[in-house]
């Protein structure tokens, strides 16, 4: 099936800096990238979609311009958490929609100290 | 979308056979159901698809009934392994359409010796 790199696993950062987690698809072209954060013990909920070469759709109460998404190829997406702050420690997966369907990235565990 | 309702947790023992059901009573005619797993600090891996009836592969088996207003995942003779959270979707066409997926709170599967 298709696969989905996703890089760093895990990160720690200091507060104030920004941290970028990127997302490769290894066999496909995505279309469409769907970028979620999870918090312990909670469900997967949803911060943007974006399209190759467009600008990303934010959801209701994520902030753009602190969560900054790149999506310049078919087969690369970066997402950047500017400015972290403890409150953005969370753990963010992206997932890729193309002809197969959704496959999800391995997920990236951000902590902010 | 079609909102999604499932229990919140089960728990099993080595060998038994597990089943989760999930609610969808607003699913569209053109709707497909689908079933994740997710491991803690992994992204969600795909299970099992159905649009009615019943559909089996090599880890599960998922059944739908005629008015498909829900769905019902079985796991065969489950392991300690099988422990994680199953989440059940429904989205557009076979593919999804490229559309965001809503994820409800998912079912917290332990399975014991």
């Known amino acids: 099936g298709a696969v989905v790199s996703q890089h760093p696993s895990w990160v720690i950062c200091k507060s104030g800096t920004s941290v970028k987690i990127e997302c490769r698809s290894l066999d496909f072209q995505a279309t469409t990238m769907f970028w979620y954060r999870q918090f312990p013990k909670q469900s997967l909920m949803l911060m943007a979609t974006?399209?190759?070469?467009?600008?990303?759709?934010?959801e209701q109460g994520v902030e753009k311009d602190k969560f900054l998404i790149n999506h310049a190829s078919l087969t690369l997406s970066t997402l950047t958490v500017t400015s972290a702050h403890p409150e953005d420690s969370s753990f963010y997966i992206c997932s890729e929609w193309g002809a197969n369907g959704y496959t999800f990235g391995s997920g990236t565990r951000l902590t902010v100290v | 979308l079609a909102k999604t309702t499932q229990p919140i947790s089960m728990d099993s023992y080595e060998g038994q056979e597990v089943n989760i059901t999930c609610s969808h009573n607003n699913i569209a005619t053109n709707d497909y159901i689908t079933w994740y797993q997710q491991f803690p600090s992994q992204g969600p891996r795909f299970i099992i698809q159905?649009?009615?009836t019943k559909v089996t592969n090599e880890v599960a088996s998922l059944f739908i009934p005629a008015d498909r207003k829900s769905s019902t995942l079985s796991l065969p003779r489950v392991s300690l392994s099988d422990t994680a959270v199953y989440y059940c979707?429904?989205?557009?066409?076979?593919?999804?359409?490229?559309?965001?997926?809503?994820f409800g709170t998912g079912t917290q599967l332990k399975v014991e010796l």
């Open positions: 159905g649009y009615k």
């Open positions: 974006s399209n190759e070469g467009s600008k990303a759709t934010y």
């Open positions: 979707l429904v989205a557009n066409g076979v593919t999804g359409g490229g559309n965001k997926l809503t």
